[in-house]
């Protein structure tokens, strides 16, 4: 793959925007706990790149994900949620990658970059013919960065 220039970021969910298994919160509804720096890393970005998500699910349909998105404050964030219920295929297949790419606005596949945390988030972009980034520690936007250093040498 060469390098265009990068303008869709897709984002896995659980354990890259969210806490994997953060349970249930007081109100009864499932708890949404973002990692470090998600909202300040999802603020900056979304001036320069177009962000979506692909994620699985057990259940939950994009409108669903959204509303938790949306209760956290980082829905607005995100121009389009694709979840494996939606698609009816789960991650490592590339469906949710391609529509979250394609719902970005992406014209060629190699301005995408899909940010994830699990062997399978990087086998649907391999299959997708996109780029991927493991999530760093640091945040979203520090692993963005690291990514383009790296296209440089």
Known sequence: MTTAQLEVL???IGGTVLREGAGIGPDGNLAVELLPAVAEDLATLTGSLRITAATNTASMSSREVREHLDRAGIGRYFTEIVTSSDVGAAK????????????GGAGD???VLFIGDMPTDEEAARRAGVHFARVLPEGIAATVEKWREERKQ
Do not use: G, Y
């Open 10 to 12: 897709v984002l896995d």
């Open 92 to 103: 490592p297949d590339p469906t949710t990658v391609i529509r979250a790419a394609l719902a």
């Open 109 to 111: 596949m190699d301005a």
